[in-house]
């Protein structure tokens, strides 16, 4: 009998440094001794509160459950497998400008749903299912509705976690899968924006691809005012800095996969 419990301890043991090593996987560098409060706070607000665990037993502020399945949904994005790429490699995706200041989110989604399905509904039906208020829409509501309607579903982490090369892997495969990329930004990084910052929902929807030229980043934006460089309407091409810090820096904004 001494032996059966020796060897349960072991293997529970070895289960619990397999959930370690996914959880530094995951979310490397978003542990709750580092995180600001303010990053803490935008965290909590837009994360579903069934993956919080904010006694922070493995040392981020998320749950166990949410880190596999974060891990699990990354691994399954980057092996999706190389495709031909060409000299622009991105989805054609359709803006559609915001009805009110606060429905970038319902806007987005019609975008991404419109993309996906060939149809969608008003962004008013959106606001609604989102619960869209003054504040915006709240990121884990964002994944839910849009799981609803679309048969890839989407999952989504700290933009704060991935590295600029991480990112490049996520866009390129989103365009392969023709799955668009949602991004939660704070906008003073984007050139367009010309340093105004706003909390802001984007869809990147692909890159360039040249030996020659710098690796650009086209995205979708539902924003129909101009802050000194022209309309943010529209699809525009951007530096993949620019597109990478607006979720990098500035709060820990979050990708929507």
Known sequence: MKIKKNLL?????????????TTVNALDGVSCDELSSQSLNYIVAQTDPKDLDLSCKNGTPYTDEYLVRTEKSLNQLNN???????????LSVTPFAQEK???????????????MNGTSKTQSDYAKELGTDSNGTYVYKFRDVINKYV??????????????????????????TKKPLVM???TRTLYLYNGHQTGHYIVATGNTVSSTAPYQ????????????RGSVFGVHLDSLDNVFNSVKLYGDRYLIY
């Open 9 to 21: 301890l072991t293997l529970i043991l070895v289960l619990s440094l397999i959930l370690n090593i």
């Open 151 to 176: 048969n890839q579903k989407y999952n989504y982490v700290l933009g704060s976690t991935r590295t600029k090369e991480q990112f490049k892997t996520m866009l390129e495969n989103s365009v392969d």
């Open 80 to 90: 999706s497998g190389p495709q031909l790429h060409y000299f622009t490699h991105a």
């Open 217 to 228: 980043v086209f995205y979708v934006d539902s924003n129909k005012s101009d802050y000194g």
């Open 101 to 115: 200041n606060n429905y970038c989110g319902p806007a987005t989604l019609k975008e991404v749903i419109h993309f």
């Open 184 to 186: 939660h930004t704070m």
